[in-house]
């Protein structure tokens, strides 16, 4: 894309469907839309206990130019997530305290970026949740137009504007727009199996058992001994 362009509107996942996937971890919305959509282990939160989902409001920047973000936060709508991906690696802080108070005022749930961010603690004590690549005091400039709302890609992930960003202390992951409903549904029916699993695991029962993985071990050609010592020759 050769246009700098700030697109305005977002088409967003219904709010019940929102508000449905603040009550799922990651890792059950990622395995329920078949392991898709997690954003990478080098996107770390920033503070412990935030979990949130919220539409994806993207944003991509050049190299420690925060520009654009601050022309994102004017657009934010409550439930949204700023999602902002760099043009290339850099580890100058585009984000901090001070806009955080603002995207938080407008709405924003949380900040998810592959870029760095500052003023962590002030950030904490204001409650707005953060995930990023990285955290430093070096700060950026805004003198290179950018873009927002269009498609980014964080961790080789695709976000496209309007899809439901799920993050808290695991990871993030991203479940596009257009199949949230039916990935919440998913997400539930995992939820359900796993309540049913966590009953019969507290009272004893074990996975080797209930998921018959003896007999995958011994496709598998593994083999029990009593002792180390009592292993086959050879």
Not at 8 to 25: I, K, N
Not at 49 to 78: K, Q, W
Not at 173 to 193: S, W
């Amino acid at each position: 894309m050769t246009s700098n362009v700030v697109v305005r509107h977002v088409d967003r996942a219904p709010r019940e469907v929102l508000a449905g996937f603040r009550e799922v971890d990651t890792s059950t919305a990622h395995e329920a839309i078949g392991r898709f959509g997690f954003l990478g282990a080098h996107i770390r939160p920033v503070q412990q206990g935030a979990r949130i989902a919220g539409s994806a409001v993207t944003v991509l920047v050049h190299p420690g130019d925060n520009i654009m973000i601050h022309a994102a936060i004017a657009l934010l709508e409550p439930g949204d997530v700023l999602v902002v991906a760099s043009t290339a690696p850099s580890a100058n802080a585009l984000f901090g305290e001070l806009m955080a108070t603002s995207a938080q005022a407008r709405g924003g749930v949380g900040l998810i970026t592959d870029g760095a961010v500052r003023d962590v603690d002030a950030i904490r004590q204001l409650g707005f949740p953060v995930w990023s690549q990285h955290i430093g005091c070096q700060g950026p400039v805004k003198t290179t137009p950018g873009w927002v709302n269009i498609p980014v890609v964080l961790g080789e992930q695709a976000v496209h504007p309007g899809d439901v960003v799920c993050a808290d202390d695991t990871g993030v992951v991203v479940v596009p727009r257009r199949g949230a409903a039916e990935a919440l549904a998913a997400a539930r029916r995992r939820m359900a199996a796993e309540a049913v699993l966590r009953e019969r695991f507290a009272a004893g029962e074990l996975s080797v058992d209930i998921a018959g993985l003896d007999a995958k071990l011994a496709e598998l050609g593994v083999v029990y001994v009593d002792r180390l010592e009592d292993l086959p020759a050879g």
